[in-house]
């Protein structure tokens, strides 16, 4: 209340005094109301601009905010990994070389449906197990040495399509004089060691029988042996 304002109001009762005159309660009274009333106002106005700025940072907080740049150690720079290419499968006639014995050695190859004949050679003292698709098909001591053109050491009855063959050498001292069975070709492998040792296995179906199997080149690029047909 300002000191014009206050006289105003004084000026006002004075004008329009009831007999008696104006006491100094009825000022003070009525100045107190006006203040209610601006205190009323003032607080309406501080609540409407609450509301107001609850709403500003109710829409500035909605916004998106876009994520952090990752650090450069945390950027990732290679490539997907991509399926590997299908390969097609080998055929007979198939020549492989290994240099340890006591280990089996498996491969797949594609075949008509029909007989395949497989050969070992290997050192004096050897003694071969070759596995048609899981079966033991043909056991007993391998053929002459690798210098020498191999004698066919059995057959099998392979599938139409996809073929998994297994072979191994063990010492003939350690596979005994009894008839070897699947049962016992696992227990052999399953004890002994491997040890350094030089053998070849060729398989052929009724196709590539002919092949000479003791004339073979090998592809310089690929590595691949192939045979004199």
């Not at 109710?58 to 490539?79: E, K, Q």
């Not at 699947?182 to 492998?189: K, P, T």
Request: with cysteine; charged share 25%.
């Amino acid at each position: 209340m300002t000191e014009q304002r206050l006289r105003d109001l004084l000026d006002d009762d004075t004008a329009g005094a009831p007999p008696g005159g104006v006491r100094l309660a009825d000022v003070d009274a009525r100045v107190r109301r006006i203040r209610r009333r601006r205190g009323r106002a003032a607080a309406s106005v501080a609540a409407a601009a609450l509301t107001v700025t609850a709403v500003t940072v109710l829409t500035v907080d909605a916004r998106p905010v876009p994520a952090p740049a990752p650090a450069a150690g945390d950027v990732w720079a290679g490539a997907l990994a991509q399926p590997a290419p299908t390969r097609a499968q080998p055929t007979p006639p198939l020549f492989h070389g290994y240099t340890k014995g006591g280990r089996r050695e498996t491969f797949t190859f594609e075949s008509k449906a029909g007989k395949v004949s497989f050969a070992l050679t290997c050192p004096p003292g050897g003694y071969g197990l070759i596995w048609l698709n899981g079966d033991l098909v043909a056991a007993g001591p391998c053929g002459p040495t690798v210098r020498q053109p191999p004698g066919w050491f059995g057959e099998g009855m392979a599938r139409a399509g996809l073929n998994e063959l297994s072979a191994a050498m063990v010492k003939l001292s350690d596979a005994g004089t009894g008839t070897m069975t699947g049962e016992r070709a696992d227990e052999l492998l399953a004890w002994t060691a491997t040890y350094p040792a030089d053998w070849r296995l060729i398989l052929a179906d009724a196709r590539t029988r002919s092949c000479r199997t003791d004339v073979v080149k090998v592809d310089p690029k690929t590595g691949e042996i192939k045979a004199q047909c």
